[in-house]
Structure formats: C-alpha cells, structure tokens
C-alpha cells in the first residue's frame, strides 16, 4: 500500500546506491563514448512511452468499510455489485463470491469498524484455499447444525437441534403456486446458492458455512404479490416486540397478525426467528399446528434470513447486524510482470517494430536483488550510448508493490 513508503525510505537510498555503482561499473566495462549531440537526437523518451504502454497496468482499490455490534466471527456480508465482470473483482483479505448482482464474504465483526479491499484489474482473479468449504447437494445443505432440505431448489423443510423445525414450505407469486421448472443449484467455497426462476421472478437461497441460517432473496421487475407459508415446530413462545410477545396457546382458531421486520419463537433452549427487509404483513396461526404466514408487495427486491439461534441472543441486533460502505476508489498504476513477461516472448526485430524504433535499445528493470525484465541488445563496445534510469514500481493484482529501476540504453 502507497502508506508503507515512507516506511523504508532507507532501504530505497541503499537499493538505489547499488544500482548506480552497478551502473558506473558497466559503463566502465563496455567503455562507451557518450556524444552529446547523439544523445539529443536519440528518441529515448517516445522509447520508454512505448514501453510503460506495454508493460503498465492499473490496480483499483476500494476499500469496504464495516461497521456492526455484533461480536461475531464469520458473520455473511451480502453487498449489492453491479460493477461488471465478475471475474475482474476480487476481496483482498478473504474468500468471496459474486453472484446475481450481490457480492458475499465472510466477516471477522469482533473488530468493527473494519476495512476489507475490493480490488480490480484486468486480471481473472481465482479464490484462495479453503481450510474447510461449506458442505452442499443439490438437495441439501448441512451448516452451523441445521440441514435445510431442497425439492427442485424450493426449500422444503428445515432440521435443527435434532428435531424437524421446519415443513411444508409453500410459495406463491399473485396467488399462484411458483413454478420450478426452472431450477438450479450451485456451491463454492463459502456459500450454496438454490435459485429458481418463474412467474417474473427469481427466487435466490443462499446458505452460508458455519451458520445456521437461510438467507431468501425475492427479485421482480414488476409488481407482484409474494405469499409464503411456513408450518413450524411447536415453540412455546413468540416475540415480535415488547407490545407484542409471549406464550403460544394452541387450539386456537384466530390468527394474529402483525406488521414487523421480524418474528422470532422460542423453545426448549433455542430459537427461530424470520427477520426481513422491511416491515411486512406476517400471521402466526396456532391450531393444533403452528403456521407463519408471510404476504408482501414486491417490486424490485424482498430479502428476508431465516435464523436458528441459541436462546440468550439478542434476536434485534441481527435485524441489521452490519452497514456495509463503498469508500473512495484509488487507481494505482506500475509495471505489470505478466505484461513484462508477455514482452519476453516477443521477438527483438518484433518490438523495434511495434514501437517504430530505428536505434538499437537494451531496457533493464530491475533493483539491488532482482533483475525482473531484460529486452534488447546488449550495447557494442566503443558504442555511443544515451543512458536513462527511472524510478518505477511494480504492482501485482492485489496491490502488492514492489520498488525498481527502469535503466533504457540506445545507441
């Protein structure tokens, strides 16, 4: 990072004082006769344009500033990416997917507020290993203690604590059962994603490693009603707010009914709550059974985390348990060593070409320990050579920099 610079200031007078002794040694040996009006006439500027063209990339940084209450380790972020190729992004610190317009990865909140780095080049970034990925089928998902089960990328039903906690699992759009036909499923590393497309909608399932929960996320381009149906476990006790909440009697016909951001029940030393976007329309019913129903008007996106949980959390803090902001993107531009490499490959008589070069040039980059790139010819004894060094960094695709010298020769 640019911060570190000044920090081996020391080292950068040392590195260039070798460089110019090394210098002043080859100049010695190859015995050159430096002509002044040579020099002038020599196009050694447009030389190394051409070749800062060919060898130079930019790396864009933005930072992604988090903060939370959560003391929580491994927590899913879910940002929303319309930034283009997927490919060309990647999060410095950690593993990340980006899927359907969203970017995820997991969060270390025991520190917030922390800064993550979303970096972006002309690079196709490939994932770091995982010491252990989430475990996934087409059929179901096992994480954090639950199995979510799958029929055709519908959840079907939900296990947690050893007992059914979830079944039955109805979805309708404008009061038509949701079609999936159009199904699929895919797993990567920290994520499985179930998503279905139908009736002017895509139905998106993501479930995270390490954490008991199903994030559902509803996108429409158009208005459409979205009913869903729920027939839960017997909890003892709900919580909606503190006007709101308490014990469940069964065998109860009547069904209460709330506008909430969330609903959580609790039993036998553990919970499940439903928390969403926004408020929306929610009933719990308790004849016999207990069933939650769920109706909103969504045009655009509905998102809402269905969460298992032990019993002494704080169920509100998850109702927005991060805010996730984009800082200011910086653009940092240095020597590329794949395009270095790439210039390798070319034929000497090639790049005299390419650059429109009539003079014979050797170009050097290199510093006190490494010579990273070295094109051309090497200079005739008695020639009369013009001798340019610049200062230059190299960069990879993470930002990761490294101090040089660009040394040009034409005669």
């Not at 988090?66 to 929580?72: K, R, T």
């Not at 317009?101 to 507020?113: I, K």
Request: charge should be negative; glycine fraction near 6%; proline fraction near 3%.
């Amino acid at each position: 990072m640019l911060s570190k610079r000044g920090i081996t200031q020391a080292d950068w007078v040392i590195s260039i004082g070798i460089f110019m002794i090394y210098l002043a040694w080859f100049f010695i040996v190859i015995q050159p006769v430096l002509a002044p009006d040579t020099k002038e006439s020599l196009p050694i500027d447009r030389l190394k344009a051409s070749f800062m063209e060919n060898a130079s990339w930019e790396i864009n940084i933005t930072p992604i500033i988090i903060h939370s209450e959560l003391d929580s380790d491994g927590e899913p972020v879910v940002i929303d990416f319309s930034y283009g190729e997927a490919r060309n992004y990647a999060v410095k610190q950690d593993y990340w997917v980006i899927k359907d317009s969203r970017l995820m990865f997991l969060a270390d909140l025991s520190g917030a507020p922390l800064s993550y780095e979303l970096v972006h080049s002309s690079y196709n970034y490939t994932k770091p290993e995982l010491s252990a990925s989430i475990k996934a089928g087409e059929h179901a998902t096992e994480t954090g203690g639950m199995t979510a089960n799958f029929d055709e990328s519908l959840l079907d039903s939900a296990s947690y604590a050893n007992a059914r906690r979830i079944d039955d699992v109805n979805m309708e759009i404008d009061g038509q059962l949701i079609s999936t036909a159009r199904n699929s499923f895919s797993s990567e590393g920290i994520l499985s994603r179930y998503r279905i497309t139908a009736g002017g909608a895509n139905n998106t399932y993501y479930l995270f490693r390490g954490k008991p929960r199903i994030y559902n996320y509803i996108d429409i381009s158009e208005l459409k009603t979205i009913s869903l149906e729920y027939n839960l476990d017997e909890y003892e006790e709900y919580y909606v707010d503190s006007q709101n909440q308490g014990s469940i009697v069964y065998n109860v016909s009547d069904c209460d009914s709330f506008d909430s951001d969330l609903i959580d029940f609790r039993g036998s030393g553990h919970g499940l709550a439903f928390i969403f976007s926004r408020e929306t329309n929610i009933r719990m019913c308790h004849d016999n059974t207990l069933t939650l129903e769920i109706s909103e008007d969504v045009d655009g996106t509905f998102s809402y985390m269905i969460m298992f949980h032990e019993q002494d959390i704080r169920i509100r803090d998850y109702s927005e348990p991060y805010s996730a902001v984009l800082g200011v993107e910086r653009i940092f531009e240095g020597l590329s060593g794949a395009k270095m490499l790439a210039l390798e490959d070319r034929s000497y008589s090639f790049l005299k070409e390419q650059w429109d070069v009539d003079n014979e040039f050797n170009i050097t980059v290199m510093n006190s320990t490494k010579t990273f790139l070295r094109l051309g010819r090497n200079p005739y004894t008695r020639s009369s050579i013009h001798a340019e060094s610049y200062p230059v960094w190299i960069i990879d695709e993470y930002n990761n920099q490294t101090r040089a010298v660009i040394n040009i020769m034409m005669w």
